[in-house]
Nanobody
Framework: QVQLVESGGGLVQAGGSLMLSCVAS????????MGWFRQAPGKEREFVAR????????YYADSVKGRFTISRDNAKNTVYLQMSSLKPEDTAVYYC?????????????WGQGTQVTVSS
């Protein structure tokens, strides 16, 4: 069992930056790939970024590539999402998730989400 708690959301102006954190409970954090998803009002949840268990590989949605960076610190059971050059269309609730498959195909555990609002 893995419990995930996100933090770091807030209100920021367009062009600004935010860093989200997701702390995981449990001793098996390093066995899971980790990812970030987001859901804007009236839209389906969408993939943002993911990172493999070792941190050796990262993957991004085209909409955030070059602006967002995912990273992890297994010693701290934490995954991060550094967001830069934010746009109003990045406004959403951001969720972190743990992937049991390591391939981004089995998102087993989810956090409660943190709101990110980007004003124009």
């Amino acid at each position: 069992q893995v419990q995930l708690v996100e933090s770091g959301g807030g209100l920021v102006q367009a062009g600004g930056s935010l860093m989200l954190s997701c702390v995981a409970s449990g001793r098996t954090f390093s066995r899971y790939g980790m990812g970030w998803f987001r859901q804007a009002p009236g839209k389906e949840r969408e993939f943002v970024a993911r990172i493999t268990w070792s941190g050796g590989s990262t993957y991004y949605a085209d909409s955030v590539k070059g602006r967002f960076t995912i990273s992890r610190d297994n010693a701290k059971n934490t995954v991060y999402l550094q967001m830069s050059s934010l746009k109003p269309e990045d406004t959403a609730v951001y969720y972190c998730a743990a992937d049991a498959s390591g391939l981004g195909s089995s998102w087993r555990y989810w956090g409660q989400g943190t709101q990110v609002t980007v004003s124009s």
